[in-house]
């Protein structure tokens, strides 16, 4: 007869090696996004295309359940999400434009706000790293900015890369047991 602490041993490395296959997986798929960007900045749009239009019929389906002085409301928020994804799988291209712009905009205001929030928190230990988070995201912004609309078609594709490879190292590095 095994120990609880036993099982709890195997369950444990039965995760790690999940996790490790996980993290492995998603950093190949970054490294094919970062040598396709093109494709993953298209494929990456039409998931979002297709995120939005499920999101607007389950909220249409919500709608219809929803009592009467509130149907009204989320009739209405359903219709907007379910026209937008059919906007976005309509013309992919113009849309992969309009969502770089939008994460250039994002990126850059995130890190301004970042650049705030460290100096408010600055006698607090390690407020450099939020400063400097705040410094590489404004410049991550204005980079993409500069790219737009010339190279819009892989900056999306090529920071899904770059943000896969990094979750990816992490949840490799994560499952690695303690000794």
Same mark, same amino acid.
């Given at each position: ?65 929803? %009592?009467?002085?509130?149907?009204? &409301?989320? !009739? =209405?928020? @359903? /219709? +907007?999400?379910?026209?937008? #994804? $059919?906007?976005?799988? *309509? ?31 600055? %006698?607090?230990?390690?407020?450099? &790293?939020? !400063? =400097?988070? @705040? /410094? +590489?995201?404004?410049?991550? #912004? $204005?980079?993409?900015? *500069? ?33």
């Amino acid at each position: 007869m095994t120990s609880d602490s036993e099982a709890e041993s195997r369950n444990r490395a039965k995760r790690s090696k999940l996790e490790m296959l996980v993290g492995g997986l998603l950093a190949l798929l970054g490294l094919v996004a970062i040598a396709r960007p093109t494709y993953a900045t298209i494929a990456s749009t039409v998931v979002f295309g297709w995120i939005f239009m499920l999101a607007g019929l389950d909220l249409l389906v919500y709608a219809v359940r929803s %009592p009467r002085g509130q149907l009204l &409301w989320r !009739l =209405l928020l @359903g /219709l +907007l999400c379910l026209g937008a #994804g $059919i906007l976005v799988l *309509s013309n992919v291209f113009k849309s992969a434009l309009a969502l770089t712009l939008l994460l250039g905009i994002t990126t850059f205001l995130i890190g301004v706000v970042q650049v705030i929030l460290a100096f408010w928190i600055r %006698p607090a230990t390690r407020w450099t &790293w939020v !400063l =400097l988070s @705040g /410094l +590489l995201g404004i410049m991550v #912004g $204005i980079f993409i900015w *500069s790219a737009w609309p010339l190279r819009a078609d892989w900056i999306i594709g090529f920071w899904i890369g770059v943000s896969f490879i990094g979750q990816g190292i992490w949840m490799m590095g994560l499952a690695v047991p303690h000794r």
